[in-house]
């Protein structure tokens, strides 16, 4: 097995734990058997269809991350809730001034 391989594998069983999930659980998310899904976390190869499947069941996305970006990516990936919190408030004050100003860049002339 290619160490990418097992380092998706590895994703996968780290992210179920992370739900609290079982991977009997898995037959009700993804519709694979325990059996199915405890081999290929062990050692599967996986088809893309597959990966996609559980991605859904897990609350995830598969995405293709170039090189160069890995480590913004893991380092983003690392800041978690602080982050998600900074883009919360971010998003209260926007309809906070749009509430005070409807009109605030209805023609895009607001800069």
Do not use: C, F, H
């Amino acid at each position: 097995m290619t160490t990418n391989m097992a380092s998706i594998l590895q994703q996968i069983k780290k992210r179920r734990l992370t739900l609290g999930l079982k991977q009997n659980d898995m037959l009700l998310r993804v519709g694979v058997s325990r059996q199915q899904y405890q081999r290929l976390e062990a050692k599967g190869n996986p088809r893309l269809n597959t990966l996609e499947l559980i991605a859904q069941g897990l609350n995830s996305e598969l995405l293709l991350i170039p090189k160069e970006k890995l480590s913004a990516v893991v380092a983003l990936l690392e800041q978690g809730p602080s982050l998600q919190q900074s883009a919360k408030s971010t998003a209260e004050n926007a309809q906070k001034s749009l509430a005070d100003d409807p009109w605030q860049d209805l023609l895009g002339d607001d800069q």
